[in-house]
């Protein structure tokens, strides 16, 4: 098993439909997040989760909903997306301690495209 | 302003050859990390080495080395005798301060690094 598990690999939806990105870690890492990746911009971070707890939303619409059961699993819920929100969205954990504290795990993100 | 600059948005090596991929961050904390990783067609991100701002050796990993420049907040990736498996993406990122509950990294937009045979 990978360190870092994202489910599916690509979506393709309409503008109406409901969907949801899955991410799993197998690591033991305490914190988890949702990043997006659009072509030519740097990666944007949209949410952070520690210990199952929102941590920081980086004024992402309301269209994308995280969801955190537990620290090995997080969800984004996708609602009446927009074309621009096209992009490979990228799950990653990370440990708060050590000495590369902050190193992010990443997936294998979940292309996305909204048609 | 960007706080991670990579200025180089292509490059091309020779196999074998060394190349180096420039960055240049801004902070005004005393602590922070410096990451590089690399990004196949796959989509993964895998995280190649790290540099902390008060470590005086540059790092190394394997062919991966980071010239490390406090003063000039530079933290170039050198590749050393290139591969073809080493064409993809490279991003560097900056984690700033220390302390909290968890920690988030800065991106820059990235280096498309292309080996030719």
């Known amino acids: 098993e990978t360190g870092v598990t994202q489910t599916p690999r690509h979506l393709v939806m309409g503008m109406t439909n409901k969907k949801s990105l899955k991410c799993e870690q197998h690591?033991?890492?305490?914190?988890m997040y949702w990043y997006k990746q659009s072509a030519k911009k740097p990666l944007e971070l949209m949410f952070v989760?520690?210990?199952?707890?929102?941590?920081e939303n980086n004024s992402v619409p309301s269209r994308f909903s995280p969801e955190c059961p537990n620290s090995s699993h997080l969800f984004l819920h996708l609602h009446t997306l927009q074309p621009e929100d096209s992009a490979l969205y990228l799950c990653?954990?990370?440990?708060?301690?050590?000495?590369?504290?902050?190193?992010?795990?990443f997936g294998e993100g979940s292309r996305l495209t909204v048609l | 302003a960007q706080k991670i600059t990579q200025t180089q948005p292509g490059m091309f090596v020779q196999e074998k050859e060394a190349v180096t991929l420039d960055c240049t961050y801004d902070?005004?904390?005393?602590?922070?990390?410096l990451f590089w990783y690399k990004q196949p067609s796959s989509g993964e991100m895998i995280f190649l080495i790290y540099?902390?701002?008060?470590?005086?050796q540059n790092a190394t990993e394997g062919r991966y080395s980071l010239n490390f420049q406090k003063a000039r907040k530079s933290a170039n990736l050198v590749i050393s005798a290139s591969q073809l498996g080493d064409s993809a993406m490279y991003f560097c990122?900056?984690?700033?301060?220390?302390?909290?509950?968890?920690?988030?990294?800065?991106f820059g937009k990235g280096t498309l690094l292309t080996v030719n045979p």
């Open positions: 990653a954990s990370s440990q708060d301690i050590g000495r590369a504290a902050g190193e992010l795990f």
């Open positions: 690591l033991g890492h305490n914190a």
């Open positions: 989760y520690n210990f199952k707890e929102q941590t």
């Open positions: 902070t005004s904390d005393q602590s922070y990390g």
């Open positions: 540099q902390g701002s008060y470590d005086e």
């Open positions: 990122a900056m984690r700033e301060g220390r302390g909290g509950s968890n920690y988030k990294l800065t």
